[in-house]
């Protein structure tokens, strides 16, 4: 059985960024944190769990993920969904998950 990749056994290597998503941090003093940003797929599937809680647009993904990945990122990692038809979106700009 393959282990969770989200799921580490230190917590004093990842960075809970909001619920779902965690993330590598590199670096940590009382006034910041630095984290390593999500690649592609795993942007990819912050997103999918993101939508398969709610329908949203791009600029309510784009707040939630605010510091993470960049507007164009996510419009990327939603057309990919699209296209493997695992998302959708409707007229008014929300996109959706097919599956839950």
């Known amino acids: 059985m393959a282990a969770d990749p989200r799921r580490r056994n230190s917590s004093e290597e990842v ?3 909001d619920q779902g998503i965690v993330l590598d941090k590199l670096y940590e003093d009382d006034d ?3 984290v ?3 690649n592609e797929d795993q942007l990819r599937d ?5 939508l398969q809680e709610r329908p949203m647009t791009v600029r309510e993904l784009h707040s ?3 510091g993470l990945a960049s507007e164009d990122k996510i419009r990327y990692a939603l057309n990919k969904l699209v296209e493997e ?3 959708e979106g409707d007229e008014e700009g929300r996109y959706y998950a097919l599956y839950t």
Do not use: R
Request: proline share 5%; net charge neutral; glycine share 4%.
């Open 32 to 34: 910041v944190v630095v």
């Open 64 to 66: 939630k993920l605010s």
């Open 36 to 38: 390593v940003a999500p």
């Open 46 to 50: 912050i997103i999918l769990e993101l």
């Open 15 to 17: 960075f809970v960024y």
């Open 85 to 87: 038809g695992i998302v």
